[in-house]
């Protein structure tokens, strides 16, 4: 696949300070359309601000990024049209129903109509719904809130998923399935933005790119990361960037350059 003409996500020099506080250090990213795609790094490394940025909910400080072709500082409701974002927390209204909550995002995307409905029907029927269409979010089980969130992410066929720890706390079969979902919307053409500190689901994307300090410093297959770091897995890629991140900072506190 050629990166660069179908890219989904391209980002160039992409900055966000806080004042003194540089969160992303001018980022060039390159997304392929259908990737499964980890961004990884230490807490504090910068991956929730480049999201942000992504979705338009942050204003970068210089540098340029594009989502599906558009620019997120000047169209930033296309690109919210474009894009799908499941969080930890799953973000679900136990009150509703399945299908409630479905209609609610759905809705909150910009879908309506007899598109929705359709749209709506195709996909219960695509990611298994159909037997809990009636019951209340709040009273499924881990695997099945995860799977309705995910339906809730991608009703409106999005470009660009996020995936914010996307199987945390779910057991391993309702992870394998969850998986299997996550490639075939891959397949489909949707690229999937994961971001995870858990090792199972990083070896899971297809390529990774590191971040610390909010710098791209590592970036590729997980195969290649760890080759890149001299590493043995990539467990040892996050053990060895936190101790880096955390000597850094300690010397920064006492005065000293590192
Ligand atoms: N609104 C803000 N104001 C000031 N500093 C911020 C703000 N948002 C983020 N930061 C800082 O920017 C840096 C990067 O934060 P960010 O949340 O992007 O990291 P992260 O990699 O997502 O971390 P985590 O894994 O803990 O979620 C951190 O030092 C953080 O404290």
């Known amino acids: 696949m050629n990166a660069v003409s179908s890219a989904v996500v391209r980002t160039r020099a992409l900055r ?3 004042g003194d506080l540089v969160a992303v250090a001018g980022l060039d990213l390159e997304i392929a359309r259908g990737e499964v795609f980890g961004l990884l790094g230490p807490n504090g490394s910068g991956k929730t601000t480049t999201i942000r940025m992504l979705c338009g909910l942050v204003v970068p400080t210089s540098g340029t990024a594009e989502v599906a072709g558009l620019d997120v500082e000047t169209n930033t409701e296309g690109v919210r049209r474009r894009i799908g974002y499941m969080s930890q927390r799953y973000g679900l209204y136990d009150e509703l129903t399945v299908a409630e909550n479905l209609r609610f995002y759905s809705s909150v995307y910009g879908l309506v109509g007899h598109d929705r409905e359709q749209r709506l029907a195709d996909h219960v029927e695509s990611l298994g719904l159909g037997s809990r269409l009636q019951q209340r979010a709040g009273t499924l089980s881990g695997g ?7 339906a809730c992410a991608t009703a409106h066929h999005p470009d660009l998923v996020f995936l914010d720890e996307p199987t945390a706390g779910v ?5 394998r399935t969850f998986w299997e979902t996550i490639y075939q919307l891959a397949r489909e053409g949707t690229t999937i933005l994961v971001t995870t500190h858990y090792m199972d689901e990083a070896e899971r ?3 990774l790119a590191f971040l610390s300090r909010g710098h791209l410093i590592g970036l590729g297959t997980p195969a290649e990361v760890v080759k890149q770091f001299n590493a043995e897995t990539i467990e040892d890629v996050f053990v060895m960037l936190q101790q880096r991140d955390e000597a850094d900072a300690a010397m920064a506190a006492t005065g000293t350059k590192s």
């Open 16 to 18: 966000k300070a806080y």
């Open 144 to 150: 099945w809130k995860q799977r309705l969130a995910l």
């Open 171 to 175: 057991d391993p079969a309702a992870r």
């Open 205 to 207: 994307c297809q390529r």
